[in-house]
């Protein structure tokens, strides 16, 4: 699972896609979290959580 912002969202697609071989699942960030969360990349605001659909982990 990969939170990312809005410049960063094809960079985290193209991760999972490589990583895991799958077409990724892509939620935003709750909003109650929005400003405790940052992007992966380059520590922004995460707008976006890009997971492997196949993951036990709950995206979203």
Do not use: R, W
Request: with cysteine.
């Amino acid at each position: 699972m990969i939170y990312c912002c809005n410049d960063h969202v094809e960079v985290a697609m193209d991760t999972i896609v490589d990583t895991y071989e799958v077409a990724p699942e892509i939620n935003k960030v709750e909003q109650e979290n929005a400003l405790l969360i940052t992007c992966e990349f380059c520590k922004n605001s995460a707008i976006y959580v890009v997971a492997n659909p196949h993951s036990d982990t709950i995206c979203g």
